[in-house]
Nanobody
């Protein structure tokens, strides 16, 4: 059973915007943390934004603060990542994750992962 499905990636010019979606099963949507990660070729996976579902507190990597916004639609069991003022360094495969089993939200220790959606930002 597929638990997380991302969509919304694409190619944009620097300064543009994209909105990523992560459709979840009801089970995974209710887990403790959900988050967005990204990985560029030759680089380590990076936590971009996370949400503690108990309080809806959101967290962001310094590199995206003020540009990216994580939100959720409870009626649709869907998490979003609104990305504005995109930069070439935002180019990466973006993954959503759910159910953090250890460590901080950005450590990447999640039970469930989506298949990823590519974001490419040209200068």
């Amino acid at each position: 059973q597929v638990q997380l499905v991302e969509s919304g990636g694409g190619s944009v010019q620097a300064g543009g915007s994209l909105r990523l979606s992560c459709a979840a099963s009801a089970y995974t949507y209710s887990r403790n943390y959900m988050a967005w990660f990204r990985q560029a070729p030759g680089k380590q996976r990076e936590g971009v934004a996370g949400i503690y579902t108990g309080t809806s507190s959101t967290y962001y990597a310094d590199s995206v603060k003020g540009r990216f916004t994580l939100s959720r639609d409870n009626a649709k069991n869907t998490m979003y990542l609104q990305m504005n003022n995109l930069k070439p360094e935002d180019t990466a495969m973006y993954y959503c994750a759910a159910d953090c089993y250890s460590g901080a939200w950005w450590h990447g220790n999640y039970h469930y992962w989506g298949q990823g959606t590519q974001v490419t930002v040209s200068s």
